[in-house]
T-cell receptor
Framework: GAGVSQSPSNKVTEKGKDVELRCDPI?????LYWYRQSLGQGLEFLIY????????KSGLPSDRFSAERTGGSVSTLTIQRTQQEDSAVYLC????????????FGPGTRLTVL | LAKTTQPISMDSYEGQEVNITCSHN???????ITWYQQFPSQGPRFIIQ???TKVTNEVASLFIPADRKSSTLSLPRVSLSDTAVYYC?????????????FGKGTKLSVIP
């Protein structure tokens, strides 16, 4: 079956512009997660969705970051007024349910802010 | 969330067994131990998960001593394609848990 997909695979933007990153989870997975990975670093948790609601947004680095999920499926991570420190790979994962179930990761979106 | 400590890097020759040990002294009763593998330019991939004693699947084995303060991922007869970063994670399997805390992982380099 299809895995988690993310688009675009690469995004280059200028400082100050807004960007939208998309995640299509595995069908039937109720839990969806966003992570950020800077070069040579581990993954940094950003936000988690259970269905369409986000019980925990504490991982979002600033109020320039927001995310939504519609129909219990597709999720969009939006970064407003991008800064150079936002440059990283943004990874999306989904799992059958919350908890320590296996998380299936997408290939990521590499964001470069010039 | 329990903190984990694992070696930054390891080298191994092809065909050898590789053991990567992770320390998690503050592991809680409800915590499970999970290992992920990440290749360059890809998202992490689940390898194995366990609670205690030994777990084995087609890819690896996971050894967890009785005190659960550490765990060892064992990769039998590694090949060049096993070159990757391996992450040890500890998390609560209970309701409300969701966040996986990834450290920097162990970079395994398999040498021909």
């Amino acid at each position: 079956g299809a895995g988690v997909s993310q688009s675009p695979s690469n995004k280059v933007t200028e400082k100050g512009k807004d960007v939208e990153l998309r995640c299509d989870p595995i069908s039937g997975h109720t839990a969806l997660y966003w992570y950020r990975q800077s070069l040579g670093q581990g993954l940094e948790f950003l936000i988690y969705f259970q269905g369409n609601s986000a019980p925990d947004k504490s991982g979002l680095p600033s109020d320039r970051f927001s995310a939504e999920r519609t129909g219990g499926s597709v999720s969009t991570l939006t970064i407003q007024r991008t800064q150079q420190e936002d440059s990283a790979v943004y990874l999306c994962a989904s799992s059958f349910n919350q908890g320590v179930y296996e998380q299936f990761f997408g290939p990521g979106t590499r964001l470069t802010v010039l | 969330l329990a903190k984990t400590t694992q070696p930054i890097s390891m080298d191994s020759y092809e065909g050898q067994e590789v053991n990567i040990t992770c320390s998690h002294n503050n592991i809680a009763t409800n915590d499970y131990i999970t290992w992920y593998q990440q290749f360059p330019s890809q998202g992490p991939r689940f390898i194995i998960q366990g609670y205690k004693t030994k777990v084995t699947n087609e890819v690896a084995s996971l050894f967890i001593p009785a005190d659960r303060k550490s765990s060892t991922l064992s990769l039998p007869r590694v090949s060049l394609s096993d070159t990757a970063v391996y992450y040890c994670l500890v998390g609560d399997a209970g309701a409300g848990s969701y966040q996986l805390t990834f450290g920097k992982g162990t970079k395994l380099s398999v040498i021909p």
